[in-house]
């Protein structure tokens, strides 16, 4: 079973969902580190500042890793697995099926279980394990599709090849309909102080179900890090998927960027030392949710990690967690 050293952190380990994972309250997203030159990349990105960063997320304690088959193309799994080749850490792998991409690098969605059963095999192979910690269908699409996906991945499970089965992106009529078929061990939702939807119906559901939640997304894409500026999201590469987000357009950008300097004045009120981050604040915010089980936070470098690092211990007061909420409440989009 993967552990971590720190006897802090041992104490705040979280059992995620119905299974026997015990995951940090965050864990090193992969999704950037897939690269640029796809749909939904984040620009060029160096794999030796990847292995450099997931090499640090796992010296601080980090105990898993969230990637899936399309970031990058493939790639982000493939970095995953040479990092993991040249460490003594074991941390969980979790990774994610259902868009697939042709030869030309065109992105299409299928969960047939023929489709299913090849990128199984293509997970295993990039990730070089025998067995995925955690497999997750990344989005219910095509919709009709869904029973025979989660069948198939139920398959798979008593195979062997997959240790616990999740979903992403779901809402409660596409869980229920998975749930017919078999348990659901987790929930992977955008979640975060911008996109609070799921709070309505969906939080409330996986915990009446014993559903875990990783949330992804908690710093929004990078803005919530305190590292934004409107000059650097007007700077960013062509093949930036952000550019066209609209948080990070106006008129939400002003907005967002005025919430950053709160959390960084609750940062900075917090440490003699050294300031604790906005993006720090931004994560302990989602991990006050009680149905959130543990966070994805993403790393592009060692230095990345460094300063993300303190949300592995960092909680919000009261206070100022009522802070950040009254501000949101002043300041509607």
Known sequence: MTTTS??????QLRT??????????????????????WDYGWGPQDDSESIEAIHRALDLGVNW??????????????????ALKTTSHKPY???????????????????????LAEEIEGSLR????ETIDLYQIHWPMP?????????????????GKLRWIGVSNFNVAQMKRAQQIAPITSLQPPYSMLRRAIEEEILPFTQANNIGVINYSPMVSGLLTGKMSAERVAAMPADDWRRKAVEFNE???????????????????????????P???????????PAITAAIVGGRSATQVDGLAPALEFRLSDEEYARINSFLAENPV
């Not at 990039?126 to 394990?129: G, I």
Request: include cysteine.
């Open 6 to 11: 720190s006897p802090a952190l041992r104490n």
């Open 16 to 37: 995620l969902g119905n299974s026997d994972l015990h995951l940090t309250p965050i864990g090193f997203g992969a999704w950037a580190i897939g690269g640029g030159n």
């Open 65 to 82: 890793i969230d990637t899936a088959a399309i970031y990058g193309l493939g790639h982000s799994e493939e970095v995953v697995a040479r």
């Open 93 to 115: 792998v979790f990774t994610k099926c259902s868009m697939r991409w042709d030869a030309d690098r065109s992105i299409y969605r299928s969960l047939k279980a023929d489709s």
């Open 126 to 129: 990039r990730l070089a394990v």
């Open 143 to 159: 919709e009709a599709e869904i029973e025979e996906g989660w069948e198939a991945l139920a398959r798979f499970q008593k195979q």
């Open 251 to 277: 008129p939400r950008l002003s907005r967002n960027l005025r919430l950053v300097e709160l959390l960084r004045e609750i940062g900075a009120s917090r440490s003699v030392k050294a300031s604790i981050e």
């Open 279 to 289: 993006g720090v604040v931004a994560v302990a915010w989602t991990l006050r949710n």
